[in-house]
């Protein structure tokens, strides 16, 4: 009776045994899988970081070349308007 008792008791730890590993296993698997959405995410923000960067970046440039073309253009009509009189 206690050779029973302690075999059905070594097969109960046996099977609860086996789920934690099992439940560790898919556990891994589970961490595996966030740890490569976090590491995409991440690249996908410093892509979206960069290009936000560069589009704020173009429209300042644009503005400095705009106002130094204008600021030619005044100096030019400064000079001719100072020639022609």
């Not at 730890?13 to 976090?38: F, G, K, P, T, Y």
């Not at 936000?52 to 705009?66: D, E, G, K, V």
Request: charged share 20%; proline share 1%.
């Amino acid at each position: 009776m206690e050779d029973a008792a302690a075999s059905a008791a070594a097969e109960s730890d046996a099977r609860a045994l086996e789920e934690v590993r099992d439940r560790e296993a898919r556990l891994e698997a589970a961490l595996a899988e966030a740890q490569a959405s976090v590491a995409n995410m991440r690249r996908l923000h410093q892509a979206s970081q960069s290009q936000l960067f560069t589009m704020q970046a173009s429209p300042r440039a644009m503005c400095s070349a705009s106002q130094a073309i204008l600021s030619i253009i005044g100096s030019h009509l400064t000079a001719s308007g100072s020639s022609a009189a």
